[in-house]
């Protein structure tokens, strides 16, 4: 049973200004990599594959519960784990519940989606099984995801991933397209124009009228000589 104690631990191991940051992989997205996923290594025991989204649901286990329960776990040095955050972020603090006397190696994906080399951890074998650790990075990364591979006795597990930050802004603020211009107003006739307009067509119309009336105006010009 996986136990929701993530922020009383994370509150534990980060007191000193850890509260201003967030837990930036919370629900982040969860893949697999390699062909060891899901093999326990000729292992006969075990509880069975952990849903990959249970990686960054908050949620831990209990310290020395079996390595390879409620976790997912995988063989050989190809293999492992990839979260995917929601943005990119700036990560400073780690914390890894995974199986015990094994070394993992966590890379991150930065700005230019180039995978980096961040860390390794070192679980400690005291106590077997699934075990917990936390602590700050050297250096704060911006990240857009995590990878994660392991190294050691061949029988690797990761319960729970969290990175500790806060979520990254832009290093070039945003453009937005520039709104065309609207056309300058056609100018407005005086009045005197007005009055100019409508005497000039009064005209014309009897003009038209008076050769209408008159049938001599229609004659051709043949017809005159």
Known sequence: MRIFTAAVLVSVMFSCAASADDNVAYLADVST???GIGDSAGAV????MARLDSVTDGAFNPIGQQWNFDSVYWSGTGSGVVITLAHAALVNQLVLEADSNDDYHIEFLDRDHVWQGLTAVDMDDNPAGQNLYGGPLAAPVVARAFRI?????NHYSLAEFQAIGAWATDDEPVVLPVTPADPPPLPVPEPASYLMLVAGLALLAKKINSSASNPAARR??????
Do not use: V
């Open 220 to 225: 051709s010009p043949s017809a005159c000589r």
């Open 45 to 48: 025991w075990g509880g069975g």
């Open 33 to 35: 990599y390699g062909p």
């Open 149 to 153: 591979s392991a190294s050691g006795d």
